[in-house]
């Protein structure tokens, strides 16, 4: 008749066993009693809760500078776009005021009111476009902006049911329990 008995961190088999056996037993069974039976330890599971959250705050913190980046970039496209329509504004200006004087000399009547008119009409077009290149560029900041806070917020959302199903998922493993 064999017995098993505590030693240390395993069992060692006593009595009629072969040694061999005894000691697969101690092998086997000796990693597990360190351990414990079933499952992880409360200090493994409070380390991988750790760690999940700390993965968390990472995307977090990566979606938070993607919003950033793309803040700026909305910025920046935005600076260009608004130098780009007054650089045109201000070159159909001076073509308006380049006509008028050219009309104005060939037909010596600088008063002409029908050179006036179609000055104003060029000028006031030109206003009229100038606002609406503005209004498209308003517009496209915006939505860039809104879409840039959408992803983070989809990201957001996410990362946070990847960590909720991660806790879920560490949370129920089974607990060790010791032998002594």
Do not use: P
């Not at 008749?1 to 088999?13: C, I, K, N």
């Not at 039976?37 to 995307?59: L, P």
């Not at 000028?123 to 496209?140: H, I, P, R, V």
């Amino acid at each position: 008749m064999s017995f098993l008995v505590a030693v240390g961190t395993g069992l060692a088999a006593i009595g009629g066993g072969s040694a061999l056996a005894g000691a697969g037993i101690v092998a086997g069974v000796g990693s597990i009693a360190a351990k414990g039976f079933g499952g992880a330890s409360q200090h493994d599971i409070n380390v991988q809760q750790g760690a999940a959250h700390e993965m968390y705050q990472e995307k977090l913190g990566l979606l938070g500078e993607q919003k950033g980046l793309a803040l700026k970039a909305a910025e920046s496209q935005f600076s260009g776009g608004r130098r780009d329509v007054s650089m045109g504004t201000q070159t159909g200006m001076r073509g308006i005021q380049e006509g008028y004087a050219t009309a104005a000399s060939q037909s010596g009547l600088a008063t002409s009111g029908t050179i006036q008119q179609q000055t104003k009409t060029q000028t006031g077009d030109l206003m009229a476009k100038y606002k609406s290149d503005m209004t498209k560029l308003f517009e496209s900041r915006d939505l860039s902006k809104a879409e840039a806070d959408l992803s983070y917020r989809t990201g957001a959302m996410s990362a946070e049911e990847s960590y909720e199903a991660t806790k879920s998922e560490i949370s129920s493993q089974k607990t060790a329990w010791k032998l002594w």
